[in-house]
DNA sequence: GAGTGTAATGTAAGCGCTTACATTTTGAAT
DNA sequence: ATTCAAAATGTAAGCGCTTACATTACACTC
């Protein structure tokens, strides 16, 4: 039986029976807890008491079912499995944090359908807006997401024209510096391991980055070898231990990103290879796995924890202030480190 | 102006505009979603209809105000910032997707307070369970769970006699193995780079599972060199520094995990010792990184996966069934890589 | 065709909050 | 003392669902 005994084991205690031991309002506990300015010490001081005798928390379901708002944003990011997006989404976390707001994150496996149901079942629990990683994504779902009126910022891409604001970086600009890097060095026999570019933007940008620095220089990019996988280290050895065994073999393999490059790297040296003496291989994300190997890659370094801080600012002040939002481009940089030399011949 | 006009940008359905639509109550709509063998086919199909028609999502909120159920498991975690945790929580995703359940994870950054700010908010959202890391927490949160009658599943540690159920392995039993591979080979002066102790159970039990080994050995223990610091890459690789300066140098540094070894192993090498013939290191989770240095690293298997398989399971059943849930032990072992040999001397 | 049991559907009372609006209290100005 | 605006508090109507219970429809049986 849920007697109103507080305190006992089973009984949890609502709005009302923290009005009812204060001898108040249910009005008046819900300012002392929403906008504790607008009550007097005194009453507030007795409502706070009675919060703690009966060890009140409030139900954020009847929360935000009467308030229409549930300070909440809610992230659907391609994986969780590495930390591609770990240091960025962290700095999403405390920049809404400090705001009073709460982040849920959600992990799509890199498969749009599944990250429309995500999308789906974040907007249902309420989410006040959304952080999306590149703009491409399945059917309608930008169509649902205006129906529903949640702002959206797009991140880890940048692209002024996209459907969203988008705060980040451009992937081609990006990839394509790096790959000036690489034919800088004398490399001609290049071959690249990428994600699926097919429901993919970002992969297809850092691919199309690569034929605008070959182009640049001249070269053809007509049949310039690309290796499609999922991003995992065992995938990217496999995917070079392939690429090496074709011909003419490539004498540096542009990765899509760090996972890639590194599992590229292991299978290299496993094969008895010297990188970068025999191979160079380039990565891009920057992230610690990047240090950790010998030698350490050489790879394309992101502003995560800038892009993350000001993709929260905006996305928050979209939805509190209602305004539409602007985009925003970052800068990356070329991190040289141990994995790209010039060619053997 | 909220219309009824369907599909008007800014118009969110409702249940009853549903039913207002398909000519029926609200009761058989909301069967019409949760219990659909209990509407005939005919008044089905007219519901659906109008679902579709209006594009109607339910809201989480009202749903879970009203069933008093959310289908929803919370999850917090030490840290989302290395890849520990993740593959376990993953799979603990991935299972109770299975049961039709959703996870939401929080981190604590290894720090009680936050951890028991962030059960209490995840609590307050309606997780129908809790799963946890470790036994050990700030005050009386265990009093508050219980109050809010919240099953809890603790997990990556192994505790029969604990608070709740745990589902997990035993820290002090698999270090000690560790540590009886260390001793074996015949290191004497041996240092521990560890977790702050004072609030991290498994980190106070892998350092107890080494004095175990050593006083199995009839070694004294008494002042064997800890090192408590955070868990990353930096930090072990400064605690290396430290403890490398200190006389006797040790021949052999056991590190509470993975990311503290791989730290290690790095400052080593970049102090020009060659590991393992000038020192040797080992790490303890097996997570993706330890594979990835150069020698890869000798470390503790952990089956995350499986745990994270059977914990959600078993939470699952605590609550749909109400059942009171049983402890589980599960086996580590020792992978031998490449940073573990006899000491030099 | 009346009677009966079961399946399908409807009615309406909440779930625990927030907040517009109404009412009371307060305290400064007269 | 009296007045009155401002501040504090109270009242009560929802928010969008679920579900116990009541009602109706339907398919049988005799």
Redesign the interface.
């Known amino acids: 039986m849920r007697s109103k005994a507080p305190?006992a084991?089973?009984?949890?205690p609502t709005l009302a029976d923290v009005a009812g031991h204060a001898g108040v309002s249910t009005a008046t506990v819900s300012r002392c807890i929403n906008t504790p300015e607008q009550v007097q010490k005194k009453t507030r001081d007795k409502v706070l008491r009675a919060v703690t005798d009966l060890?009140y928390?409030?139900?954020?379901?009847?929360q935000?079912?009467a308030a229409k708002r549930?300070n909440t944003i809610g992230a659907i990011i391609p994986t969780?499995?590495?930390?591609i997006f770990?240091?960025g989404?962290?700095a999403v976390q405390e920049e809404l944090g400090r705001a009073g707001a709460?982040l849920?994150?959600a992990s799509s496996s890199y498969r749009p359908a599944l990250e429309a149901e995500q999308i789906?079942?974040l907007?249902?629990?309420?989410a006040d807006g959304l952080l999306l990683i590149g703009h491409q994504r399945d059917g309608n779902i930008y169509e649902?997401l205006?129906?529903?009126?949640v702002p959206v910022v797009v991140s880890w891409a940048y692209d002024p024209a996209g459907a969203k604001p988008s705060i980040g970086f451009d992937n081609r600009a990006a990839m394509r510096t790096m790959a000036t890097e690489v034919l800088a060095r004398g490399h001609r026999r290049i071959a690249v391991i990428s994600a699926r570019q097919a429901d993919n933007d970002r992969a297809r940008a850092r691919v199309a980055g690569i034929r605008d620095a070959m182009e640049e220089a001249g070269l053809d990019h007509t049949n310039l070898p690309v290796f499609e996988t999922n991003y995992t280290?065992e995938e990217g050895s496999a995917a070079l231990a392939s690429l090496i065994s074709s011909s003419p073999a490539p004498t540096a393999v542009i990765c899509g990103n760090d996972v890639l490059a590194?599992g590229a790297l292991?299978a290299a040296?496993s094969l008895g290879m010297r990188v970068p003496q025999d191979l160079s291989i380039t990565g891009f994300d920057d992230i610690?796995?990047s240090?950790?190997?010998?030698p350490a890659l050489t790879t394309v370094h992101v502003p995560h924890r800038k892009m993350g801080v000001l993709a929260a600012r905006q996305l928050w002040q979209m939805v509190t202030e209602q305004v539409p939002g602007d985009s925003l481009r970052l800068d990356t940089e070329v991190r040289l480190r141990g994995t790209l030399g010039p060619p053997a011949n």
Chains 1, 2 share one sequence.
């Open positions: 305190n084991s089973g009984f949890v060890g928390s409030p139900n954020f379901s009847a935000s079912l549930t969780m499995d590495n930390s770990a240091r989404i962290q709460t849920l994150v789906r079942a907007v249902a629990r309420g649902f205006d129906r529903q009126q280290i590194v292991l040296q610690e796995l240090t950790v190997t010998s």
